[in-house]
């Protein structure tokens, strides 16, 4: 498997272990955990250490230092993750559709008018 492969592959499990940790009663400290031994894998640390620089390569590097802040709340860090790995940009490099109110109000109000 090559670095880009990889890395695309982190992202989408770290983005995986974050919903699991959205559900009412899910154990956020055990998602952080997750999370941790993921991205700072040996595998990881090879992937990122040969891959280009790109938005999936910053992305976990950003979502690395959120983690290794280990006094942090897990919900704290959950929070930083989100906003790192819930981004539109690399969800759009991902090939994730991104719901924005925009697209939304769009569709809604096609509806209404008949479209």
Request: hydrophobic share 50%; proline share 3%; glycine share 4%.
């Amino acid at each position: 498997m090559d670095a880009a492969t990889s890395l695309d592959d982190a992202v989408r499990k770290a983005q995986d272990i974050m919903w699991g940790a959205l559900s009412p009663g899910s154990a956020r400290a055990a998602a952080v955990v997750k999370l941790r031994d993921l991205l700072w894998s040996a595998t990881m640390t090879r992937a990122l250490a040969v891959s280009s620089d790109n938005c999936l390569a910053f992305a976990l590097r950003q979502s690395r230092i959120a983690l290794a802040d280990a006094s942090a709340w897990p919900d704290k860090t959950l929070s930083v993750l989100w906003t790192i790995l819930d981004d539109p940009a690399l969800n759009a490099a991902l090939g994730i559709p991104q719901a924005t109110d925009g697209a939304t109000k769009s569709s809604v109000s096609l509806t209404r008018s008949g479209r």
